[in-house]
């Protein structure tokens, strides 16, 4: 049982660039999400999936999408990379509203 | 949305010595209080939480305390160890909502 995996762990982008950060989970969690920290600004929730085929969008959404084909896979996606966007980013999966999330090791990507 | 303040941002206190870290919330619908813990270079992990039908929770040393009236929850830590030296984060979301919204986190350092 791994629980939340990301990838990759560490990323170096030039700005315009796209990519996208893996995250799965093999705990059969409906819920789902994806977060940026940043120092001194907590946890910022990006976009999150109540479900399969089902996402909305959190706190600060702009310059990121999110899909959610199956229950294991939800895939954050940097379209056009600015400097802004450099920042930690953690996946986070949960068995249910207002439960505990587990949280991905992270992944730390700079834009330059 | 749903905006949370934490405070103090850092804290340091002698080993043995009780930390109280307390955060305000502003969507009186809100009524779910989640703490969590990260340590340096570490993910986030959940260490207690609060629903607002109860007004206060324990888990040996660790307790969180809800005041609904005027909008903000506590979490108490008892004889602190140098092992709880890392950031807090409280969050709060409203019901039936996923969209958890974090506050900006305080620093605690345990002294030995």
């Known amino acids: 049982n791994a629980g939340v995996t990301q990838t990759p762990k560490f990323q170096v982008l030039k700005t315009g660039q796209s990519m996208t950060l893996q995250c799965a989970q093999d705990?059969?969690?409906?819920?789902m999400s994806w977060y940026r920290q940043d120092p001194g600004m907590g946890l910022r929730l990006i976009h999150y999936s109540v479900g399969a085929g089902i996402t909305d969008q959190g706190e600060v959404p702009n310059g990121y999408n999110v899909s959610r084909s199956t229950t294991e896979d939800f895939p954050l996606r940097l379209l056009s990379a600015a400097p802004s966007q450099t920042s930690v980013y953690f996946c986070?999966?949960?068995?249910?509203?207002?439960?505990?999330?587990?949280f991905g090791a992270g992944t730390r990507l700079s834009v330059l | 949305g749903e905006n949370v303040e934490q405070h103090p941002s850092t804290l340091s206190v002698q080993e043995g010595d009780s930390a109280v870290i307390k955060c305000t919330y502003s969507?009186?619908?809100?009524?779910?209080f989640p703490w969590y813990k990260q340590e340096l270079g570490k993910r986030p992990q959940l260490i207690i939480d609060i629903r607002s039908n109860v007004g206060e929770k324990k888990d040996q040393r660790i307790a969180v305390t809800l005041n609904k009236t005027a909008k903000h929850f506590s979490l108490h830590i008892t004889e602190t160890q140098p092992e709880d030296s890392a950031v807090y984060f409280c969050?709060?979301?409203?019901?039936?909502?996923?969209?958890?919204?974090f506050g900006a986190g305080t620093r605690l350092t345990v002294k030995p």
């Open positions: 705990m059969n969690h409906e819920y």
């Open positions: 969050a709060a979301t409203l019901y039936n909502n996923n969209d958890m919204r």
């Open positions: 986070a999966s949960s068995p249910g509203t207002q439960n505990i999330q587990y």
């Open positions: 969507d009186s619908a809100s009524n779910y």
